[in-house]
């Protein structure tokens, strides 16, 4: 049960906050064991300590999997070169990289191809070609394929075996069923009980069944390397991966990420090393918001801003992506020559975000299409790897399924972002005859539109979200786990929630309610005055409390001395200088009473 808490206008025609505040019933009096509750946990003890070992499940299982490894090993033998055709994102970048970086651990030789964004998402006759021409006899996808259909057909009259590696939805009309094997848990008939891991995710598990199989029938391939230290190694990638694509945190891909993090914590790759110096990253404090907020924006930067394909010695080509060089070179002079680069297209692709976000806020407010249940929207200079962000920013503040386009020539290409209630790829599949290319999933999508068909598929979709999306659906809302009162707020309690993280996706970081705080100072942060610094004081406390507010995009107003304040906020400890202290982050606030 939840209660819905409208934030009307405050007496005196004070300020308001635009979202509404959800507010879930307290279902245990223990905290942990509420929170615990909402997240539908019935083994706390498994979920508060994941086990490795025995949580994992047999990557055997996976449809395809006997048939894949069993290609691999043949191909160790006969001293195949063994392409990777892999996405361009953090998902398949990062996929690609754990999984060349393994197999070249074993001497094989290995070849990549790294589409650029301005060749298209997914399995192309152009990388085909490329595979082939570079001696490979075997290709594996990572995070892509699943509907390669006519690709398929391709490598088999190239004379390429083909393994299929993905997760996006299968479609029937469009499986690639010449594949030599395809390995996806999402095929109907495939018994594997985890069905959301990520690319990467998958990638990792083919690597640790191929390195089982050798370890178990023919250890001599693995020429005194050590399969299990192959295996954990690799996982700071597989947690790049999983956060980054914004999988569900629970399951395998929770066990993926909360190892993946300890590894990450103390990765050997000089790339990583570089980029964690030049982004300020503390390697010892890396969690799930360090890699959503920190190191996947980086990683991604390149190829967003349509970035030419990367080639060196120390890169397996015929092509590949700075992305995927930064992760694999074992050359700390390569490392930091990438890194830099990425940092420079991180910068560039901030500044560019944040012109064409203004662009389209402007819009959608002066076109009025905030009252509309979908929101859809085309620029003509907008690029292409921007738009994503710009659908995600402009879903998150407006609360709606929104669709933002670049504008190229006839054609209209971009991404959507969706609320719950409004399922992507099936809206997009029910108008898919007026479009030229669409995937991707229940939040997320991609897709192509003749221009000509635009006003066609906008008054599609808007009459689905007519349809499927009720008015209390909508809108801009906070989902508060608990309000907590003042012996809540300690340091003990804000060790005990630590355990609940990794936090994203299915596994939200806990957002509570605190009713009634005293501001006793505001200090105002950041180069453009975008952060608050707070003293404050829990009604029924002791002793006042530090918050911090990041980016404050509330009433400019509500912080001011002396007023009372009820807060959505997160309990944190935090840790300056040596001194560790229990710490407020604030996400929204109003008046009290």
Request: contains cysteine.
């Given at each position: 049960?939840?209660?819905?808490?409208?934030?009307?206008?405050?007496?005196?025609?004070?300020?308001?906050?635009?979202?509404?505040?959800?507010?879930?019933?307290?279902?245990?009096?223990?905290?942990?064991?509420?929170?615990?509750?909402?997240?539908?946990?019935?083994?706390?003890?498994?979920?508060?300590?994941?086990?490795?070992?025995?949580?994992?499940?047999?990557?055997?299982?996976?449809?395809?999997?006997?048939?894949?490894?069993?290609?691999?090993?043949?191909?160790?033998?006969?001293?195949?070169?063994?392409?990777?055709?892999?996405?361009?994102?953090?998902?398949?970048?990062?996929?690609?990289?754990?999984?060349?970086?393994?197999?070249?651990?074993?001497?094989?030789?290995?070849?990549?191809?790294?589409?650029?964004?301005?060749?298209?998402?997914?399995?192309?006759?152009?990388?085909?070609?490329?595979?082939?021409?570079?001696?490979?006899?075997?290709?594996?996808?990572?995070?892509?394929?699943?509907?390669?259909?006519?690709?398929?057909?391709?490598?088999?009259?190239?004379?390429?075996?083909?393994?299929?590696?993905?997760?996006?939805?299968?479609?029937?009309?469009?499986?690639?069923?010449?594949?030599?094997?395809?390995?996806?848990?999402?095929?109907?008939?495939?018994?594997?009980?985890?069905?959301?891991?990520?690319?990467?995710?998958?990638?990792?598990?083919?690597?640790?069944?191929?390195?089982?199989?050798?370890?178990?029938?023919?250890?001599?391939?693995?020429?005194?390397?050590?399969?299990?230290?192959?295996?954990?190694?690799?996982?700071?990638?597989?947690?790049?991966?999983?956060?980054?694509?914004?999988?569900?945190l629970v399951g395998e891909n929770r066990l993926l990420a909360h190892y993946g993090l300890q590894?990450?914590?103390?990765?050997?790759?000089?790339?990583?090393?570089?980029?964690?110096?030049?982004?300020?990253?503390?390697?010892?404090?890396?969690?799930?918001?360090?890699?959503?907020?920190?190191?996947?924006?980086?990683?991604?930067?390149?190829?967003?801003?349509?970035?030419?394909?990367?080639?060196?010695?120390?890169?397996?080509?015929?092509?590949?992506?700075?992305?995927?060089?930064?992760?694999?070179?074992?050359?700390?002079?390569?490392?930091?020559?990438?890194?830099?680069?990425?940092?420079?297209?991180?910068?560039?692709?901030?500044?560019?975000?944040?012109?064409?976000?203004?662009?389209?806020?402007?819009?959608?407010?002066?076109?009025?299409?905030?009252?509309?249940?979908?929101?859809?929207?085309?620029?003509?200079?907008?690029?292409?790897?921007?738009?994503?962000?710009?659908?995600?920013?402009?879903?998150?503040?407006?609360?709606?399924?929104?669709?933002?386009?670049?504008?190229?020539?006839?054609?209209?290409?971009?991404?959507?972002?969706?609320?719950?209630?409004?399922?992507?790829?099936?809206?997009?599949?029910?108008?898919?005859?007026?479009?030229?290319?669409?995937?991707?999933?229940?939040?997320?999508?991609?897709?192509?539109?003749?221009?000509?068909?635009?006003?066609?598929?906008?008054?599609?979709?808007?009459?689905?979200?007519?349809?499927?999306?009720?008015?209390?659906?909508?809108?801009?809302?906070?989902?508060?786990?608990?309000?907590?009162?003042?012996?809540?707020?300690?340091?003990?309690?804000?060790?005990?929630?630590?355990?609940?993280?990794?936090?994203?996706?299915?596994?939200?970081?806990?957002?509570?309610?605190?009713?009634?705080?005293?501001?006793?100072?505001?200090?105002?942060?950041?180069?453009?005055?975008?952060?608050?610094?707070?003293?404050?004081?829990?009604?029924?406390?002791?002793?006042?409390?530090?918050?911090?507010?990041?980016?404050?995009?509330?009433?400019?107003?509500?912080?001011?001395?002396?007023?009372?304040?009820?807060?959505?906020?997160?309990?944190?400890?935090?840790?300056?200088?040596?001194?560790?202290?229990?710490?407020?982050?604030?996400?929204?606030?109003?008046?009290?009473?």
């Amino acid at each position: 049960m939840k209660s819905e808490i409208r934030n009307p206008a405050s007496p005196a025609g004070g300020p308001k906050s635009e979202k509404k505040w959800i507010v879930a019933e307290r279902t245990d009096p223990d905290l942990i064991k509420h929170l615990l509750k909402l997240r539908g946990v019935e083994d706390q003890e498994i979920f508060l300590n994941p086990d490795f070992v025995s949580q994992q499940h047999d990557p055997f299982l996976m449809k395809g999997m006997r048939q894949a490894v069993d290609r691999l090993i043949e191909a160790a033998h006969k001293q195949e070169v063994i392409g990777v055709f892999a996405d361009y994102d953090t998902d398949g970048t990062p996929g690609a990289a754990l999984l060349l970086d393994g197999l070249r651990q074993l001497g094989l030789q290995t070849a990549v191809y790294i589409p650029t964004r301005s060749e298209g998402y997914g399995l192309s006759e152009q990388g085909l070609v490329a595979l082939k021409a570079a001696n490979a006899g075997v290709v594996i996808t990572i995070d892509l394929g699943i509907t390669a259909n006519h690709e398929a057909e391709m490598a088999v009259t190239l004379g390429l075996d083909l393994i299929i590696t993905d997760h996006h939805l299968v479609q029937p009309e469009r499986y690639p069923k010449r594949a030599y094997a395809v390995i996806n848990p999402k095929q109907a008939d495939c018994p594997y009980p985890f069905k959301d891991l990520c690319g990467g995710g998958i990638a990792w598990k083919l690597l640790s069944a191929f390195l089982t199989q050798i370890e178990e029938f023919d250890p001599t391939l693995l020429q005194g390397r050590n399969p299990e230290s192959i295996r954990r190694w690799a996982l700071d990638l597989a947690a790049i991966s999983t956060v980054c694509d914004m999988m569900p945190l629970v399951g395998e891909n929770r066990l993926l990420a909360h190892y993946g993090l300890q590894v990450l914590r103390q990765t050997r790759r000089p790339g990583l090393k570089a980029l964690f110096r030049l982004a300020r990253v503390d390697p010892e404090r890396i969690g799930a918001g360090t890699i959503g907020f920190q190191i996947g924006p980086r990683i991604n930067a390149p190829t967003r801003l349509a970035a030419e394909a990367y080639s060196s010695e120390t890169v397996p080509g015929p092509q590949a992506s700075l992305a995927l060089g930064l992760l694999v070179t074992s050359s700390v002079t390569e490392a930091d020559f990438l890194a830099d680069q990425l940092e420079q297209y991180n910068l560039s692709r901030q500044e560019q975000l944040e012109a064409v976000y203004q662009q389209a806020e402007a819009r959608v407010v002066a076109e009025g299409l905030m009252n509309r249940k979908l929101i859809m929207l085309a620029g003509a200079d907008w690029p292409t790897g921007l738009v994503g962000l710009v659908a995600g920013r402009l879903m998150q503040k407006f609360g709606r399924p929104t669709i933002v386009l670049s504008l190229q020539g006839e054609e209209a290409v971009g991404s959507a972002r969706s609320i719950d209630g409004f399922h992507l790829l099936e809206a997009l599949s029910h108008v898919g005859q007026n479009l030229k290319r669409f995937g991707g999933h229940a939040r997320a999508a991609g897709l192509t539109i003749e221009r000509q068909h635009l006003e066609l598929i906008y008054d599609q979709l808007q009459s689905l979200a007519d349809d499927r999306l009720s008015d209390e659906q909508l809108g801009p809302r906070l989902l508060i786990e608990a309000e907590i009162e003042a012996p809540d707020v300690t340091s003990a309690t804000a060790a005990l929630l630590s355990h609940l993280g990794p936090h994203g996706i299915g596994n939200p970081r806990p957002l509570f309610l605190l009713t009634a705080v005293r501001v006793l100072e505001v200090r105002v942060l950041g180069t453009l005055g975008q952060h608050r610094k707070l003293r404050l004081q829990i009604f029924g406390a002791k002793a006042p409390i530090s918050g911090i507010a990041f980016s404050w995009q509330g009433e400019a107003d509500v912080f001011k001395v002396g007023q009372t304040v009820d807060l959505a906020c997160y309990l944190d400890e935090h840790t300056w200088n040596g001194h560790t202290s229990t710490q407020l982050e604030v996400v929204d606030a109003r008046l009290h009473g």
